[in-house]
C-alpha cells in the first residue's frame, strides 16, 4: 500500500468528525419530521429546505463506510467468512440490545405488535427487507450495510482478477442496467427495492473510489479550501432530484430520479471526504469541538436517538409553542441526554467486542 497523504492519526479524526456531522444531521431530521416539517422563514428564504440535508446524514455515513472497508481491506488478502463475523461482532451487541428495547416500546404502545417476526427481522438484518416487521425505522439502514458487507467480498475478487478500474467498472454497469430494469419493468415494485443495496451500490462505491485515491496518494496534496461549495453544490444537486416536488412530475419513475439523486449524493459526499481528509484544519476542528469524540460514538448514538427523540418530543409536544421552538428544544436537549447514554453503550456495547474481533 503506498503511503497515505496525511498522518493516520488525523485522517481517523476527520472520518470520526464526519461521522459526528452525519449523526447529528439525522438526528435534526428526525425531530424535525416530528413536529411536522415547520418552515424557518428568514430574510424570504426557507432555510427548512436548506437544513433537510441533515436527513442524509445517512447517505453520508454509506460512503463513509464503502471508504473504510475498501482502505482496511480493499488491497490485501482476507478471509470472507472471518471478514463477515468481525462485521457481525461489531455491529450485533449494540443493535440487538436496541433491537430489544425498541420491539419492547412498540409492544407496550400495541399489545399485538408482532415481537417474534421482529426479532427474527432483526436478528438476521432484514429490517428493510422484511419492513413490515421492522421494530424502528432506522433500522433500515443496518440492513443495507449488510447487503454491502456481502458485495464487498465479490468486488475485492474481481479487483483481483484484474484490477480496480474493470472492477470499479463492471459493477458500475450491472448497478446502472439492475435499476432501470426495476423502474421499467415491476414500477409497482419500486418502492420495496430503492433501499435495497442496488439502488443504493454508488454510495458505497464512490466511497471506496475515494478510498483507492487516498491510499494512491503519494505525498500530501494541498486542495484548495473553496472547493468545498461546488462539491456542497453536487450533493444539493442529488438532494434535489430526490425532492418531493421532482418526485411527483414523475410518479410513475421515480425511483430512476431516486437512484440518480443517491448516486449524485455518494459522489459529492464522498469527494466531501477526500477534500476533508487533505484539511489539517478540519481535522483540528473536529478535535477541539469533540466531534471527532462524538464520531467515535456515532453508531451508538445512531441505534438510540430514536428512542430519544420519542420521549423528548413528546415532553415539548405538550407545552403550547411555535414548532420551529419545540423542534430545536428537542434536538437540543436529545442531543445533551444522547452524548451519555452513546458513551455508556459505546464502552459496554462496543468498545469490549472491538478487542474481541482482532
Known sequence: MKQASIAKNDRIIALDGFRALAAIGVLYIHCWSSFGNPQINLFGIDFSKILAIGGNGVDLFFVISGFIMYTNYGTKSFSVKKFLIKRWVR????????????????????????????????????????????????????SLEWQYYLLFPIFTFFQNLKNFRTAFLLFSGIFIIIPLIVTFFLPSSTSLFTDQIIFRFFEFAFGMLAGRLFMNDQKQKNINMLLIFPLLFIVYAGRFLISKNILDLFLTYGSVF?????????????????????????SNFFKFTGLAYLGKLSYSFYLWHGLAIIFIAQ??????????????????TSLLILFPISFISYHYLEKPFLRSKK
Not at 431516486?258 to 478540519?282: E, R, T, V
Request: proline residues 4%; glycine residues 6%; without cysteine.
Open 91 to 142: 455491529l450485533s451487541p449494540a443493535f440487538y440490545v436496541a433491537s430489544v428495547l425498541y420491539i419492547l416500546m412498540a409492544y407496550l404502545k400495541n399489545k399485538d405488535f408482532p415481537i417474534v417476526e421482529s426479532a427474527f427481522t432483526s436478528i438476521f438484518y432484514l429490517n428493510n427487507i422484511l419492513s413490515k416487521y421492522n421494530s424502528a425505522g432506522l433500522f433500515w439502514t443496518l
Open 315 to 332: 415532553y415539548f409536544a405538550s407545552y403550547p409553542s411555535y414548532p420551529i421552538v419545540q423542534v430545536f428544544s428537542t434536538f437540543t
Open 258 to 282: 431516486k437512484w440518480l439523486g443517491f448516486s449524485i449524493m455518494g459522489l459529492g459526499f464522498a469527494a466531501i471526504l477526500y477534500w476533508g481528509l487533505h484539511q489539517k484544519w478540519l
